[in-house]
């Protein structure tokens, strides 16, 4: 069984940390309301975030992203993309072109738009996953 949380309700847990931080004089993280409010609604309190459980539907084929774009928002409210690759010749920091050796290229791999994800520390939550563009020869 998995746990889906709303964009909605984690955009909320966003805000509470900033709420937080300014009234306490210190950063407040995300992390730190979202597992809160997680436990709070585990445990039928109130909180900013409901929790809907479901069981995941069977695929008859891994997901793989190899070759796709990722767009993510970060923790912090960035928004990225990274394009993951199979060979690490193919790698261009700069262009954020991950492999699927890198901690990020792999935890991309095999992701779901909506996801949430934990990469170094942070959450990603999966916004749009883009196909490689098809030539067409002539």
Known sequence: MKTN???FDLSNCRIQARLESMKAGRVVTYTEVLERELNKAKNNQKSLIDIVYFVPEQEDKPISNI???IIVEQETGN???YT???N???VNPD???VSTRS???RTLKTVKIDDIVEINSQL???LDIIEPSKTISA
Do not use: A, D, P, Q
């Open 5 to 7: 949380i709303s964009y």
């Open 67 to 69: 070759g796709k774009t």
């Open 79 to 81: 928004i990225s993309r």
């Open 84 to 86: 993951v690759v199979l």
């Open 88 to 90: 690490s010749n193919e």
């Open 95 to 97: 262009l954020n072109i």
């Open 103 to 105: 901690n990020i290229g």
């Open 124 to 126: 990603w939550h999966i």
